[in-house]
DNA sequence: CTGTTAGCGCTTTCAA
DNA sequence: TTGAAAGCGCTAACAG
């Protein structure tokens, strides 16, 4: 069927006006006559008027579409950083496009080509934890289209970046924890190719440095993420001929796995052996016990991500800014440590 | 700055051919010489050539790109029915365009207009508790532009729904309550304007009845969903003289909510107090006690209210059918009944 | 202040 | 099989 769409030839028959003068008037142009602009909104207004904006960014070049690509969407921190994005990004006049990558390379790369297709203004992402590949978003700068990463971010771009300091929360919770007396703590590490788990695995370092206490490298375990081998990595750690008496972890969906499976084993957090997590997830809070960990500033950060990238689309490309935004985090004690 | 697109116009010009002939290569139309399909088809791919979509949605009046409107997006529950949603309307090459009504009536009319803004072909929504007004949803219905309900649904308009079967869920979680041994159920309800509040308590009426238990008013509390108010509630009832020793919550997060009352009270769940909640959150099962709920097939309603969405825009709006689909639920019974 | 003209990038008749 | 021309709905010069 054929949808029929109110447009301005439309008005400008009723009124005996020129597409010109209608146009304007809609558009709140100054040299309209008074009355003229009146008889227009009233019967836009009349006829339910709506312009059509693929007509307009076809001209304009400009979609007034901000594209969102994150990683997943199931723990509470992305959707969180959303909220934040859209809030800024509404009120400014965009429009958000959002994406999944389900955590794997080849569908991010597909998602840029949805946002390519959709012709966003400007791009937000948190990169998959597979990605050593940057070509698909190098694309948007050559393109023109400024690009903002938050918190899983590409050192290899010159571009904006909003992260948190990782170094500096892992250094407290790792600090924290030998405050209350642990002397082994063990690391579960995130893939080394992104940039949080380096940092949150140099605080750990740093900690025990500045403590004096010997780092040993069968405590610290890199893994990939996917919960569902946390069991593995805890009680190879828990076999240990000298088990950790604590665990950093990377962050959070980690730490409550982790908490799981010690429990599962009889052994009691944390008089046993201390968890702390990272990012101050909702559940974090609810699990028993209630995880130790470090809040990131979560709407915040994507409500800085969005000024940041509305400040890129404001600017000519020439004067693009590669400022990185640190965010500050903040220890939460709870009774895991 | 000017961002530079490669046109059709551009590859018709290096292989010497007219515009049309290039598009139709493009576009796959059988009518042109192979020979000239392959230098068409090399160039553009040598150029980066991306179609404008905005041009051809200009023309074909789609957009291929569907609209999702939650209430929210902070517990897991829409989170997980967009995954599935888009997963199905992207296998159908269709974006997705997601707004969140944040709970309130206003934004959801404001999330409608974005949404005919960008023209969307389709239109998936769950409603907020505010909503008793559907003037701006059925003004989609009048330009021919489908709408499906998921999980928050709209009587009034005759559109496909999916739901999941609330009253059988809330009668077969009550009736576990029973069989436990609860004398005195309570039931936090939710908006009595929301189907599913209905729906739910008349589950719970039903089991009550089934098992000759006399409803008791005083144990029915609907309340708007908005957890800081929960304290009061519980407070309320375990303040009664004869208070219960068992709550149905509405959904999950009400529950849990309603738990940590219960604790800070030094009462102890399930012991004094059961609490059943409904949704089964990521949450649920992390806390303790580790909530018993009704299981909702969250990514599966997602998937089934696309797929719905996507045989109505195949269709003519004559043909257009509102059928419900109703999904199984299932009882998880934990340790907090 | 208003009208005319051209054109955004593409598809789609209608001819050749 | 290919080309020329018209037009989707709108804006943006350029005239008047």
Same mark, same amino acid.
């Given at each position: ?252 969906? /980690? =730490? ?8 599962? #084993?009889?052994?009691?957090?944390? +008089?046993? %052996?201390?968890? *702390? ?26 409500? /800085? =991500? ?8 404001? #600017?000519?490309?020439?004067?693009? +800014?590669? %400022?990185?935004? *640190? ?11």
């Amino acid at each position: 069927m054929k949808r029929h769409q109110v447009t301005i030839v439309d008005i400008a028959k009723q009124l005996n006006l020129s597409k010109s003068t209608v146009s304007r008037a809609l558009t709140g142009h100054p040299s309209v006559h008074a009355a003229t602009r009146q008889a227009v909104l009233e019967l836009a207004e009349q006829l339910d008027y709506q312009r059509n904006m693929l007509a307009i960014s076809l001209i304009t070049n400009k979609t007034n579409t901000i594209g969102i690509i994150v990683p997943e969407f199931s723990s509470s921190f992305f959707p969180n950083v959303i909220i934040g994005a859209q809030e800024i990004a509404s009120k400014a006049g965009y429009n958000t496009v959002i994406c999944q990558s389900n955590e794997t390379y080849e569908t991010e790369v597909a998602n840029t080509k949805v946002m390519l297709a959709n012709q966003v203004d400007g791009l937000l992402v948190s990169i998959t934890k597979e990605t050593k590949n940057f070509d698909h978003l190098k694309v948007f700068q050559r393109k023109g289209i400024p690009i903002v990463f938050f918190n899983r971010v590409c050192d290899d771009m010159d571009v904006p970046k909003v992260i948190v300091d990782d170094f500096d929360g892992a250094y407290r919770a790792v600090t924290h924890l030998i405050e209350s007396g642990r002397k082994r703590i063990a690391h579960l590490s995130g893939p080394p190719a992104l940039k949080i788990s380096e940092k949150r695995l140099n605080g750990y370092k740093a900690a025990l440095r500045k403590n004096n206490i010997e780092l040993d490298e069968e405590l610290v375990i890199p893994y990939d993420l996917s919960l569902e081998k946390v069991p593995i990595y805890v009680n190879h750690l828990l076999n240990l001929d000298n088990p950790p008496d604590a665990i950093f972890a990377i962050n959070d969906p /980690t =730490a409550i796995e982790i908490i799981q499976v010690i429990k599962k #084993r009889g052994l009691k957090v944390p +008089k046993d %052996i201390a968890v *702390v997590g990272f990012s101050n997830d909702y559940a974090s809070g609810l699990i028993d016990p209630a995880l130790t960990t470090v809040s990131q500033p979560v709407k915040e950060m994507g409500k /800085t =991500a969005a000024q940041l990238l509305l400040d890129q689309m404001n #600017r000519d490309v020439a004067d693009w +800014k590669s %400022i990185i935004r *640190v965010l500050k985090t903040e220890l939460i004690v709870r009774n895991s440590s």
